[in-house]
């Protein structure tokens, strides 16, 4: 459980400093680059903690896809970027990818799981 809250703190930490980033250029103050070289040190930090126990693939995928459903919803509504029906598309396929990887991950892991204890069992009586 602490390995995912891990991945939920390295994606924050992540929109935190790409934000960060975006406001910084906007603005032109330093405490926006500062902020940013803080958070992403952070994500990457926590990303190789949570990669620990979760998957990578399905980790950095998590990272990377929920950072940027996130990233571009808050550019959007803070730093007024276009949206359209394509980003909407976009953003939708996204998160169905994410689901779909998760969702095979899980029960790849199970089947593994299955097939190590046939193989045991398989062991144990010969």
């Known amino acids: 459980m602490i390995y995912w809250i891990f991945l939920a703190l390295a994606i924050t930490a992540e929109v935190i400093g790409t934000l960060s980033m975006k406001y910084a250029t906007v603005n032109g103050q330093i405490t926006g680059h500062i902020v940013m070289y803080i958070m992403i040190t952070a994500s990457y930090i926590l990303l190789s903690l ?16 929920i ?38 991950t899980r029960k790849a892991q199970g089947d593994s799981g299955l097939k190590a204890r046939q193989k045991e069992r398989h062991h144990a009586t010969v």
Do not use: Q
Not at 50 to 65: C, M, P, S, T
Not at 86 to 102: H, Q, R, S
């Open 67 to 104: 950072g940027i459903l996130f990233i571009t919803l808050f550019s959007v509504m803070w730093f007024d970027e276009p949206f359209s029906l394509t980003k909407l598309a976009g953003l939708a396929i996204l998160v169905i990818g994410i689901v779909m990887l998760k969702s095979g």
């Open 50 to 65: 949570a990669i620990k126990r979760v998957a990578l693939g399905v980790a950095y995928a998590l990272w990377e896809g």
